[in-house]
C-alpha cells in the first residue's frame, strides 16, 4: 500500500471540492452554453441563475450524503485553482460494483487542453481503486462524437444503441452505452 | 356535419388479462408475498431481495398515488377469469422531451408463467405507451439468466440494443444486462 499516490492531484489539474460562493458563477455562465448542456443530458436545457446553481449544490451534496451513491469533484486547475468542470460517478450498486460516469469542461476555451483527459484518468483512478468498482459506464448521445472519441480514447467499448432515444433540433439520435472493466482499465494503465 | 369517433373503449383490457388498479391493500399483501419467492425475485430485480412488511409496501404506494405528477404509470394485471392479481406492469422513467421510456413487467403467481399472460400484458402496456403517452420507443432492462422473459419480450417485438458487460454479481458469477427497445413503427407493423 502506497500512501503517496495521489488521488486528487494532478499535473494540469485537481478533482477538488465544490466552493458554493465562487463556483455558482462560473457554472451559471456554463448552463448558458445549450450546447454544453446538451452535450450532457437528456434533460430539457435551461439556464439557471447562480442562485439556482447554488441551489442544485445544497441538493446535489444532501444525495451525496444520503443517498451515498454519488461521488463529485469540480475540477480545477492547479495553477490558480480555477473551476473549469466537474466530473462524478453516479447511481453505483454497491452489490453488482457498477456505476456511472459524467465528466464536462464548461469553458470551450478550456477544451482540447488536456483538462478532462486528466480528470477522467484520476476519476477511473477512483472508481476502480479507491471505490472497488468492477465496471463504468458512459451514456452519450449520437450528435456528441467528442464525447464518444473521449471515452473511447481512454477504453470504454460501446455496448450498447438505444436507437431514436433522444430527440433534439427537430430529429431523432441514438444514444450510446460505452462501458469499461476494472479488468480492461487495469490492463491500459500498467 | 357531427363526426362520431370510435375510440378504442378497452385499452385496459386483453383476452387473459386486464391492467387494473387495485387496493393498496390488497397489492401490498400480493407483493410482500411475492418477495418470499426467491426465484421471482432473482428474475425481476437487480436489487438485493428484501421481506418488507405489507405495512410499509402499502405506505410506499399511498405515498406514491398522492404525488400530483406521477413518475411512474403502473398497473397491476388481474387474470380475468379468476379476477386473482397475477402481478403488475408499468411504465417509468419517462423522459418526455424525447419520447422514451422504460417498461418494467413481474408475474408474481408463478403458475401464471409461460402461458401467455405476461406477453399480453406487455402488448396491452406497449399500446399504453404508444397511443395514450404517444412515446416514441419504449426500452427494458433483462438479465441475461432470464431466457423466458428474453423470448416473451422478441415475441412483443423488441429488439436486442446490445449487453451491459457484467452489470450484475450474483451466486459469484457476472452477468450481464441486455438491453431491448421498441420504435413505435415497429410496434405497429406488429
Known sequence: MDVKIPLFDGELVCLAPIDPERDAEIESKWTHDAEYLRSLSLDPARPLSPAQVKKKYEALEKDVEEAKNQFYFAVRLRSDDRLVGFTRIYWIWWTHRSGLVSLGIGDPGDRKQGYGTEALGMLLGYAFDELNLYRLTAVVAEYNQAALRFFENAGFVQEVRRREAVNRDGRRWDLFHLGLLESEWKGNTR | ?190
Open chain 2, 1 to 190: 356535419m357531427e363526426r362520431e369517433y370510435e375510440m378504442m373503449k378497452n385499452i385496459f383490457q386483453g383476452k387473459l388479462v386486464s391492467l387494473v388498479a387495485e387496493d393498496p391493500q390488497v397489492v401490498a399483501n400480493a407483493y410482500a408475498h411475492w418477495n418470499r419467492n426467491a426465484e421471482f425475485k432473482r428474475l425481476l430485480d437487480a436489487d438485493p431481495a428484501m421481506l418488507w412488511s405489507a405495512k410499509k409496501i402499502k405506505e410506499w404506494l399511498e405515498k406514491e398515488i398522492e404525488d400530483s405528477e406521477p413518475k411512474f404509470f403502473s398497473f397491476q394485471i388481474r387474470d380475468l377469469q379468476s379476477g386473482k392479481m397475477i402481478g403488475f406492469t408499468g411504465l417509468g422513467d419517462l423522459e418526455w422531451n424525447h419520447g422514451d421510456g422504460w417498461v418494467g413487467i413481474g408475474i408474481g403467481e408463478s403458475e401464471y408463467w409461460g402461458k401467455g399472460y405476461g406477453t399480453e400484458a406487455m402488448q396491452l402496456t406497449l399500446r399504453y405507451a404508444f397511443t395514450e403517452l404517444n412515446l416514441h420507443r419504449v426500452t427494458l432492462g433483462v438479465f441475461d439468466y432470464n431466457p423466458r422473459a428474453i423470448r416473451s419480450y422478441e415475441k412483443v417485438g423488441f429488439k436486442l440494443e446490445g449487453r451491459l458487460r457484467g452489470e450484475m454479481s450474483r451466486q459469484g458469477k457476472r452477468h450481464d444486462i441486455l438491453i431491448m427497445g421498441i420504435l413505435r413503427s415497429e410496434w405497429e407493423i406488429g
